[in-house]
């Protein structure tokens, strides 16, 4: 199902799968109609269905990343890139390991840095000299995309985060204990990710259900980060059904 709503287009699919597939099939159009885009990418759970499905079509030849670019959306701060916990390692595992992107242009912030500042600056350079022409966002229980927490300052670029303590309860799955849950990232800004020509926003599961609600609906308010997406000019969500779950009706009757 497809619906427009105040400027956005969301699709809504039966399933994660589906709604995996949708995006896959979105990222690889961008790169087919512009071999040498600039692709805004993103970590955690909901994602991993896409790069499976951008990894089976480039084994099918359907899809060529050999000019492609890009540029993660955080890392955690501080951590090694060899750390399994890491999202570079988690973008060479799940996806670049497996395409053909050229040595050099898969950019992630750097959680090493040991000059941080100066390491967001040069970050948000080279973000701004590429320009990126598909950001792919994911979407937080609290509403965060990219680690912009909620009190969020819209104009912020590239920059050190301490993390929500929801955003490390949410995360702590993926780690032993809690406590090994980084408390720091550095983030791409909402001023980076309003910046790109085209967003598609990613969310699958009841638990996404309300912020959903809240971002399409709500208040443009700093309490609900993705909330500034409203005045994005070219927003595409993908939801499944349950991640839908409170916004289906409304939609239909608006
Ligand atoms: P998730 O995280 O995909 O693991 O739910 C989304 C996010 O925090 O942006």
Same mark, same amino acid.
């Given at each position: 199902m497809r619906i427009n709503y105040n400027g956005m287009t969301i699709f809504v699919k039966d399933n994660y799968e589906s709604m995996s597939k949708k995006a896959a099939a979105l990222v690889a159009a961008q790169v087919t109609l512009k071999a040498d885009s600039v692709l805004g990418l993103a970590t955690g759970s909901t994602p991993e269905g896409m790069y499976q499905a951008l990894v089976q079509m480039y084994l099918q030849d359907e899809v060529d990343f050999s000019e492609a670019i890009s540029f993660n959306l955080d890392e955690y701060y501080p951590i090694d890139a060899s750390n399994p916990q890491s999202y570079h390692y988690y973008m060479e595992e799940k996806f670049f390991k497996h395409v053909n992107f050229k040595e050099g242009n898969n950019h992630l912030p750097d959680g090493k840095a040991l000059d941080v500042e100066e390491a967001c600056?040069?970050?948000?350079?080279?973000?701004?000299?590429?320009?990126?022409?598909l950001q792919v966002l994911g979407i937080g229980n609290n509403g965060h995309i990219g680690f912009n927490e909620p009190d969020v300052h819209f104009e912020s670029s590239t920059h050190l985060v301490k993390l929500d303590v929801g955003t490390i309860e949410a995360n702590a799955r993926f780690f032993?204990?809690?406590?090994?849950?980084?408390?720091r990232a550095v983030s791409m800004g909402i001023k980076n990710i309003m910046h790109a020509k085209k967003i598609i926003l990613i969310a699958s599961g009841e638990a996404k259900a309300d912020i959903i609600e809240a971002m399409i609906?709500?208040?443009i308010?700093?309490?609900?980060? $993705?909330?500034?997406?409203?005045?994005?000019?070219?927003?595409?969500?993908?939801?499944?059904?349950?991640?839908?779950?409170?916004?289906?009706?409304?939609?239909? $009757?608006?």
């Open positions: 600056k040069a970050y948000d350079e080279a973000i701004y000299e590429h320009g990126i022409d032993e204990t809690i406590e090994e849950v980084p408390t609906f709500g208040d308010t700093p309490k609900v980060p $993705a909330s500034i997406l409203q005045l994005h000019n070219d927003v595409t969500m993908i939801l499944d059904q349950a991640a839908a779950g409170k916004i289906l009706a409304k939609l239909m $009757a608006a």
